[in-house]
């Protein structure tokens, strides 16, 4: 059963950071497109980043040199470290795992999502 679970949220102030992980099972994070959205109190569902089968990464231009999207394959775990939050980076972030592995076939999954709000 391919589940993915959020972890690290919480309530910074502007310029702080956080660590947020997103711990899979069920299948092979390393083998599929690992990204990471976000979803604010008055704003729609955006991308924030992400790193494909190959580890190429791609960020938000609004995110880009203060995000960085990581991963750890022997624990099949992907990082989202963020740093000189602001106010506008409030918001659930949930993680996304989208491809297709053999003997699972095709996978667009969801974790529960894990808050961070920034203020001071």
């Known amino acids: 059963q391919v589940q993915l679970v959020e972890s690290g949220g919480g309530l910074v102030q502007p310029g702080g950071s956080l660590l947020l992980s997103c711990t899979t099972s069920?299948?092979?994070?390393?083998?599929?497109?690992m990204s990471w959205y976000r979803r604010g109190p008055t704003k729609e569902r955006e991308r924030v980043a992400w790193?494909?089968?190959?580890?190429?990464?791609g960020y938000l231009d609004s995110v880009a040199g203060r995000f960085t999207i990581s991963r750890d394959n022997a624990r099949n775990t992907v990082f989202l470290q963020t740093s000189s939050l602001m106010p506008d980076d409030t918001a659930v972030y949930y993680c996304?795992?989208?491809?297709?592995?053999?003997?699972?076939?095709?996978?667009?999954?969801w974790g529960q999502g894990t808050q961070v709000t920034v203020s001071s």
């Open positions: 069920g299948f092979t994070a390393s083998k599929n497109t």
């Open positions: 790193i494909g089968s190959d580890g190429s990464t």
């Open positions: 996304n795992a989208k491809g297709w592995e053999s003997g699972i076939g095709y996978i667009d999954n």
